[in-house]
Nanobody, 115 residues
Framework: QVQLVETGGGLVQAGGSLRLSCVASGRIFSINTMGWGRQAPGKQRELVATITNSGRTNYTDSVKGRFTVSKENAQNSVYLQMNSLKPEDTAVYFC?????????WGQGTQVTVSS
């Protein structure tokens, strides 16, 4: 399996920015996709941004143009740059790693956007 540790959450005013970081360890050679999901209170967890080993990115519609996912292979890391944050972006954000045989999630980091 893969272990994922996130950092970078916090409290920010609407319109502000935050950058989340995630470091992977374990069976990193098996990962083919990394990214970020989030879960707001009372809602299901959703994937908001992913990046494949080849660098192809995908975003859910609500964050397109505001969030940018990137990775650094040498550091086994994935990042999420979040700009123009909105109160509806408030959620616990989870790092994600996908492989053919499994998917792993980190413990999560809280992002709170105040209006």
């Amino acid at each position: 399996q893969v272990q994922l540790v996130e950092t970078g959450g916090g409290l920010v005013q609407a319109g502000g920015s935050l950058r989340l970081s995630c470091v992977a360890s374990g069976r990193i050679f098996s990962i083919n996709t990394m990214g970020w999901g989030r879960q707001a209170p009372g809602k299901q967890r959703e994937l908001v941004a992913t990046i494949t080993n080849s660098g192809r990115t995908n975003y859910t519609d609500s964050v397109k143009g505001r969030f940018t996912v990137s990775k650094e292979n040498a550091q086994n890391s994935v990042y999420l740059q979040m700009n123009s944050l909105k109160p509806e972006d408030t959620a616990v954000y989870f790092c994600y790693a996908g492989a053919t045989m499994f998917a792993s999630w980190g413990q999560g980091t809280q992002v709170t956007v105040s209006s």
